[in-house]
């Protein structure tokens, strides 16, 4: 499994935990030409984009810290760029979900969801 199939593997591992905690799933891997948005989900009166991060361990630093301030500038434009073509009454929020995977694919994998973390 090449690195673009493990992210999409990641994404659609993290968009299954979201749903079975209760969020609706409304887009996955929504591009702009200034960023992108790994999944934009809704629950309890927000709508949540969400960055997925996906690693094997996090001896060299946690999966959270790879989500820098110009990657939360990106994710943040391709936020406001969704809202103009989606409108929505409910409060935007930004998340991320790390997901720890040793053995890749093929093993157990961690899953930790971090709310409002930017």
């Given at each position: 499994m090449d690195n673009r199939?493990?992210?999409?593997?990641?994404?659609?591992?993290?968009?299954?935990?979201?749903?079975?905690h209760g969020y609706k799933?409304?887009?996955?891997?929504?591009?702009?030409?200034?960023?992108?948005i790994d999944i934009v989900?809704?629950?309890?009166?927000?709508?949540?984009?969400?960055?997925?991060?996906?690693?094997?361990?996090?001896?060299?630093?946690?999966?959270?810290?790879?989500?820098?301030?110009?990657?939360?500038?990106?994710?943040?434009?391709?936020?406001?760029?969704?809202?103009?073509?989606?409108?929505?009454?409910?409060?935007?929020?930004?998340?991320?979900?790390?997901?720890?995977?040793?053995?890749?694919?093929?093993?157990?994998?961690?899953?930790?969801?971090?709310?409002?973390?930017?």
């Open positions: 199939e493990l992210g999409a593997w990641g994404e659609k591992k993290a968009a299954g935990y979201l749903r079975l799933i409304i887009e996955m891997n929504c591009r702009f030409r200034q960023g992108e989900a809704s629950k309890r009166g927000y709508i949540v984009f969400v960055e997925v991060k996906l690693r094997k361990n996090d001896s060299y630093a946690e999966a959270r810290e790879f989500v820098t301030a110009a990657k939360q500038q990106r994710v943040t434009t391709a936020a406001q760029l969704w809202l103009g073509q989606n409108e929505t009454e409910l409060q935007p929020r930004f998340d991320v979900i790390e997901i720890y995977a040793p053995d890749g694919a093929k093993g157990k994998v961690k899953i930790n969801h971090i709310e409002n973390a930017f």
